[in-house]
């Protein structure tokens, strides 16, 4: 396979009998089964749990769609994660993301248009993404902000669309 291609196979949605169930909660969470999903439906076990997951961060969490949705693009620009990017940009909109905080997220450094609230979970996602480490004194600042069952729940966004966009990435899954 070239560097162009998937590089699982696609799993057309419907012709697993075994995977009926699992493919109508990802409708029902998603409306449609993406590219994403169809490789992920090569592992039941994998596409079942990764579902669950990723609809307890996206859809249960009390971090706001907007502060989600910006961590988000941000894991994915750091991770080259094109696909994850493009699919997060409608959903970043949505949530009240201008397009001109959108397309600033790209930038190593952030501008003024940026929030201290906001700039504080960049940095925190960035030391998470880039160096794993998150220094003490930037973990501090998150736990002095936010409850503890918020710290979790925005580490928790940061590492799950780090593993979405790594998996992207391996298996090089593009639109």
């Given at each position: 396979?070239?560097e162009n ?17 699992i493919e ?152």
């Open positions: 396979m070239s291609h998937i590089r699982v196979p696609l799993v057309v949605p419907g012709t697993r009998p075994e995977l009926a169930e109508e909660k990802i409708l029902a969470e998603r409306g449609r089964i993406s590219l994403l999903y169809q490789v992920l439906l090569n592992s039941k076990s994998i596409v079942t749990g990764w579902e669950q997951m990723l609809t307890a961060v996206r859809n249960k969490t009390i971090v706001s769609a907007d502060l989600r949705e910006m961590i988000i693009l941000r894991v994915a620009v750091l991770n080259q994660a094109e696909f994850e990017f493009e699919a997060h940009i409608p959903h970043a909109l949505k949530a009240g993301v201008s397009q001109s905080k959108i397309d600033s997220l790209k930038d190593e450094v952030l501008g003024e248009q940026f929030s201290e609230t906001e700039k504080l979970l960049m940095k925190i996602t960035d030391h998470m993404t880039k160096d794993v480490i998150v220094p003490e004194s930037l973990m501090n600042q998150l736990t002095e902000k936010y409850s503890p069952g918020e710290v979790v729940e925005i580490v928790a966004t940061v590492a799950a669309y780090n593993m979405v966009s790594r998996f992207l990435v391996a298996l090089n899954i593009k639109h």
